[in-house]
C-alpha cells in the first residue's frame, strides 16, 4: 500500500485537497458566496480532482523509468516495487473513476459542456508524460496549467453556474481571487518544472530528451529559471499592495511567508551550481506552494473585521 501510495504522490494529492477545501469553506462558505455545490457535490469534485492527478502522476512514473533510473533510482517505483502491468491498470481504472463522476458532477450543475473539462484534462496529462515532457517549456507550462486548473476548478463549478445579474458582481468578485491563486499555481510550478529539469538534466540527457537545460545549457536555463522566477515575485507584491493594504496581517503574511521565501530561491538559483543546490530550491518553492495555499485561512478572520 506504501508503494501505491508514493505512486501516486499522496503528498502532491493532500496539497489538492487541502487547496480546494480552503477555496470552498475558507472563501466561499466564510463570505456566504452563493454556491452550486453541496458538501456531497464538492466532495465528488474532490474525488474527480485527485483521481486524474493520481492517474497523471502514474503515467508519468511509467514513462519517467528510464530517466529515473539515473537521476534517482532509489525512488524508482515502477518495475521495481509497483508492476508495470498493475501501474496501467491503476492509471485506467483511476482515469474511468474520474471521467464517470466528472460526466455525473458536470449534469447535476446543469452544465453538462463542462464534462470536456475532464476528458481534456486526462488527455492532457497523458499527452505530457508521453511525449510533451521531453521537449522545450511546451510540457513545463502544459503540466503547470493543470496544476493552475485543480485550484480555478473549485471556482468554475461553484460559482459559475449559480451567476445571475443580481449576483453577477460578487460571484465574479470570487472568481477571480480563485483565478488569482491559481495563476500564482501556474507560477510557482513552472518555476520548479525549470528548476527540476535542471536537476535531473544528467537522466534526460540519456534518454535523449530536449528539455530546456538540454537545448540551451544548464548555465543558461538556470538564468531563464532566475528571470521566471522574479514574476511571481512581483505579481505577490502587486496583489498585496492592490487588494490587502488595508489588511496588515494578512499583508504581512503574504510578504514574510511567500515573498521572502520567493526571494530566497531567487537568489539561490542564480548561484546554484550543484544538483543539491537545484533540489533545495525546488523544495523552497513546494514550501512556498503550501504557505500560499495556507493563507486563504486568514481571510474569514479579517476580511470580515
Sequence with gaps: MLNILNLIRWKNLLLIIVAQILIKYALFDAFNVQVTLSNF???????????LAAAG??????YDVETDMVNKPEKVIVGKCVSEKLA?????????????????????VGKSAFFTIFVLISIALYTYASYL????????????????????????????????????????TFFEIVLDYAIFAFLINLIREIIKDIQDVDGDHKAELKTLPIVLGRDRATKIAFIVSLIPIAAVIYFV???????????????????????????????????????????IYKLVMLLGILSLLLYPFFLKS
Design 241 to 283: 499592495v492592490t487588494y490587502l493594504y488595508q489588511q496588515q496581517v494578512i499583508a504581512i503574511y503574504f510578504l514574510a511567508a511567500v515573498v521572502a521565501p520567493m526571494i530566497y530561491a531567487t537568489i539561490k538559483t542564480f548561484s546554484a551550481e550543484h544538483q543539491k543546490h537545484y533540489k533545495h530550491i525546488s523544495n
Design 57 to 62: 502522476n502514474i503515467i508519468n512514473d511509467i
Design 88 to 108: 496501467y491498470n491503476l492509471f485506467f481504472v483511476l482515469n474511468i473513476i474520474g471521467i464517470v463522476i466528472g460526466f455525473y458532477i458536470s449534469h447535476s
Design 41 to 51: 457535490g464538492f466532495t465528488l469534485l474532490v474525488i474527480v480532482t485527485v483521481c
Design 133 to 172: 515532457k521531453g521537449t522545450v517549456l511546451f510540457g513545463n507550462i502544459l503540466i503547470s496549467l493543470l496544476v493552475g486548473m485543480s485550484i480555478l476548478i473549485v471556482g468554475i463549478f461553484d460559482l459559475l453556474p449559480v451567476i445571475i445579474p443580481q449576483n453577477r458582481d460578487t460571484q465574479l
